[in-house]
């Protein structure tokens, strides 16, 4: 239908362009000429003064010997061809026929579609089309198909307890009377509720594809417009599509857009937010009963959701995504992998374990980057080394080989990430160390990564210790091989991170003596209704931070202590830092202990065999990074 509307557009469009152009045409023509008197125009001819002469129908076109035009209408009865051609004028006679139908042409068509233009527009300002004046009321929700890629719950991974949540709405969908039966009412809403990339567009669109129900999808953003009262219509829009197409699930992604807390932040909220927010509320659970309409609505900030919108009734179940843990991360793994041909040597459930802290769309961005590797260098299908290159490039950053370092930067970045990885390992609680390199990637210089054996749910009080002992390791390091004065900006990475560990144990995990067991973390000078903070004295913000730097010192002093201690494996570590550049953990164990690493004759890089654990985890790695310095002013 709409197709057949712009053809016929674009056809009468043609014939007004070609009206307008004959129109113009003869327009122009008797623009150039000079409009005269019938008998002026006879007593020239009898005088000889017409040249030629060009008759259309009344109107006479002649041009005399000097080469001017004239323009003149004969009367109707007046026959003047023969008397023309006994003075020898060239006489030339337009075809009525034609002429009558442009003349007739171009006079009524430009009216016809000045009021089919009229009519097209009115249309369109009284909500004939979403696109019109009048059309911001309507709703923006789309009808998935399967044009878009059909997805189901088998190309869903990781996240099975959500998945079942899902799976038990669209089972409803299906049968309904086999929870009827037992009072059981379908949900009217469920909210997905995780961090960016684990996968809720996915499972609502998993939903759509095995529902066999109509998918209505739209933006939270969608509803807000700059007129007052759009949202509140778009809604109601939205809730008479659906009514139409019970039932049917309507999909609302970042609904946080629309539905933050009422009356919350300086100033009040916004009149037309709260307005859109309130007609939902009241189309979710109102007088007016919506059956068959299931609302699914994802976000990463449920923390800024209106309570109103959270209670039973309206979003019945909230559903929990999180990121997958290591048999989560090695299913999404292979449901990517499907689609890339890899080699023999892949094994994914040791990319699993070295990917802690993973989303899902981290994963599949990982396997796109593999691909891309092996691509690039003319592989038929993507071999381990490919998946370890790419993990690397994502998680530590682009290989900075084109970045020139002095011998002494280079030097002082290998002492200096050396220190990092003897402690690291030297200290049983800290994770194993991964990798230790002095190529330059990102912002850092080089950096050492430890990764955990297993996904990690709590941390102890001397797992801190120890990880801040090997953070600030770095900065020992540089100050027992160069001296208090020589020491470079380049813990500047590490002093932060272990500034956090220390201050999370102190202000938020109980982990001081003397502080106690009390949240500090959001604990602030004066009252404030609104954030909820309290007021913390002079001497109490003293006391915290004489404990946060207290667990720093301690950590800067057992770093020393064992580093002075193995003062010959760390020296050799630097060494074999600035010979390799880049060294895994099982060839750290040998270089530290003095043994050879058989590389390949051709090539100055070390081929020792890859640990197990072969990534750097997505949240918080224990690293060492040196920070370029900064440029003098």
Same mark, same amino acid.
């Given at each position: ?12 469009? %043609? +014939? ?92 009524? +068509?430009? %009216? ?51 998945k079942e949540e899902l799976e038990e709405i669209v089972e409803f969908l299906r049968n309904p009377q086999k929870f009827s039966r037992l009072g059981g009412k379908i949900p009217k809403g469920a909210l997905l509720v995780g961090p960016p990339g684990t996968g809720k567009t996915l ?55 629309? @539905? ?12 037309? *937010? ?11 659970? @109102? ?13 990463? *900030? ?65 396997v796109n980057e593999a691909a891309l590797m092996a691509a690039r260098v003319g592989r038929r299908f993507v071999t381990m080394e490919d998946f370890e290159n790419a993990k690397d490039k994502v998680m530590l950053g682009v290989e900075r080989r084109s970045m020139v370092l002095t ?37 850092? +210089? ?10 990690? +749910? ?167 990074g040196d920070t370029a310095p900064e440029p003098s002013v």
């Amino acid at each position: 239908m709409g197709n057949a509307r712009n053809l016929a557009f674009w056809a009468v469009l %043609f +014939l007004l362009i070609l009206a307008l152009f004959n129109l113009f045409g003869d327009g122009q023509s008797t623009m150039n000429s000079k409009q005269v008197a019938y008998s002026d125009f006879i007593a020239q001819v009898d005088k000889g003064d017409v040249k030629s002469v060009q008759i259309d129908g009344e109107d006479v076109r002649y041009q005399i010997g000097d080469g001017s035009a004239y323009t003149t209408v004969k009367p109707f009865s007046d026959e003047i061809a023969e008397r023309l051609i006994d003075k020898g004028i060239q006489v030339r006679v337009i075809k009525q026929e034609q002429s009558g139908f442009m003349s007739l042409l171009g006079v009524w +068509l430009p %009216f016809i579609v000045l009021i089919g233009v009229w009519v097209f527009f009115m249309n369109r300002m009284q909500g004939g089309g979403k696109g019109g004046a009048m059309g911001f009321g309507k709703s923006k929700a789309k009808l998935l198909t399967e044009k878009q890629g059909r997805v189901t719950f088998d190309d869903v991974a990781g996240i099975d307890e959500a998945k079942e949540e899902l799976e038990e709405i669209v089972e409803f969908l299906r049968n309904p009377q086999k929870f009827s039966r037992l009072g059981g009412k379908i949900p009217k809403g469920a909210l997905l509720v995780g961090p960016p990339g684990t996968g809720k567009t996915l499972l609502a669109r998993a939903i759509a594809g095995e529902a066999g129900v109509p998918f209505f999808t739209i933006s939270g953003s969608d509803f807000v417009e700059m007129f007052v009262g759009v949202g509140a219509s778009r809604v109601r829009d939205m809730f008479e599509q659906a009514k139409k197409n019970a039932p049917c699930i309507v999909f609302i992604d970042e609904i946080d857009a629309v @539905g933050r807390a009422r009356g919350v932040g300086i100033g009040g909220g916004n009149d037309e *937010r709260e307005q859109t927010l309130n007609q939902l509320l009241v189309e979710m659970d @109102g007088f007016e009963a919506n059956e068959g309409i299931i609302i699914v609505a994802a976000t990463n *900030r449920r923390d800024v959701l209106d309570p109103a919108l959270l209670r039973p009734g309206r979003f019945d179940r909230q559903i929990h995504v999180p990121n997958p843990d290591i048999k989560g991360r090695e299913k999404i793994l292979s449901v990517h992998a499907r689609k890339v041909p890899t080699g023999p040597d892949v094994d994914l459930r040791v990319i699993a374990r070295g990917t802690p802290g993973f989303s899902g769309a981290d994963l599949a961005n990982l396997v796109n980057e593999a691909a891309l590797m092996a691509a690039r260098v003319g592989r038929r299908f993507v071999t381990m080394e490919d998946f370890e290159n790419a993990k690397d490039k994502v998680m530590l950053g682009v290989e900075r080989r084109s970045m020139v370092l002095t011998p002494e930067q280079k030097e002082m970045t290998a002492y200096h990430e050396a220190g990092h990885a003897v402690v690291g390992m030297k200290l049983p609680k800290c994770d194993p160390v991964y990798k230790a390199t002095i190529i330059p990637r990102g912002q850092a +210089l080089g950096m050492v990564v430890s990764l955990p054996e297993m996904d990690k +749910l709590n941390y102890h009080k001397d797992e801190a210790k120890q990880k801040i002992a090997m953070t600030m390791a770095g900065k020992a390091a540089e100050i027992l091989k160069w001296g208090e004065d020589h020491v470079s900006n380049g813990p500047a990475g590490d002093i932060m991170q272990a500034s956090a560990i220390a201050r999370a144990m102190v202000m938020r995990w109980g982990m001081s003596d003397k502080v106690g067991n009390i949240d500090y973390s959001e604990a602030h000078e004066g009252y404030s209704g609104n954030t909820g903070g309290f007021s913390v004295s002079t001497k109490t913000k003293e006391l915290i931070e004489d404990e946060v730097r207290g667990l720093i010192e301690e950590g800067y002093q057992e770093a020393r202590r064992i580093l002075e201690e193995n003062i010959d494996e760390w020296e050799r570590l630097a060494q074999g830092l600035l010979e390799y550049e880049t060294l895994t953990g099982d060839e750290i164990k040998k270089v530290m202990a003095g043994d050879a690493i058989h590389g390949d004759d051709n090539d100055d890089t070390p081929t020792g065999s890859l640990p197990s654990v072969t990534a750097v985890p997505k949240t918080k790695p224990a690293k060492g990074g040196d920070t370029a310095p900064e440029p003098s002013v």
